[in-house]
Nanobody, 121 residues
Framework: QVTVVESGGGSVQAGGSTRLSCVVS????????MSWFRQAPGTERERVAR?????VTTYAESVKGRFTASRDKNTLYLQMDSLNSGDTAMYYC?????????????????WGQGTQVTVSS
């Protein structure tokens, strides 16, 4: 059975930092894409960071230069700096179901339950 568990987040002051962690259990993710998504109320889900199986990391323009994703075997991290109110959202970790493919749809990934990040001014 595959499980995806996020931790971290919480309430942060604008301009501050926080770090999210995601642990995937149940399979070896080394050949799979892992991603961080976020979704604020009333908005579409957005992928903020994508960590490919070959070590390439890609960021959404909205977080580039402020967020840093890293990976250690089956654990994915998201260091979030210079936070602003626009970063307030539920953050989800996603682990791919197909080797060497990075997709965004629900059925293409295993998902965690999410962790809330709230940035206050």
């Amino acid at each position: 059975q595959v499980t995806v568990v996020e931790s971290g987040g919480g309430s942060v002051q604008a301009g501050g930092s926080t770090r999210l962690s995601c642990v995937v259990s149940g399979y070896d993710t080394s050949s799979y894409c892992m991603s961080w998504f976020r979704q604020a109320p009333g908005t579409e889900r957005e992928r903020v960071a994508r960590f490919d199986w070959d070590g390439v990391t890609t960021y959404a323009e909205s977080v580039k230069g402020r967020f840093t994703a890293s990976r250690d075997k089956n654990t994915l991290y998201l260091q979030m700096d210079s936070l602003n109110s626009g970063d307030t959202a539920m953050y989800y970790c996603a682990a791919g179901r197909t080797r060497h493919v990075c997709r965004k749809k629900d059925d293409d990934n295993y998902w965690g339950q999410g962790t809330q990040v709230t940035v206050s001014s």
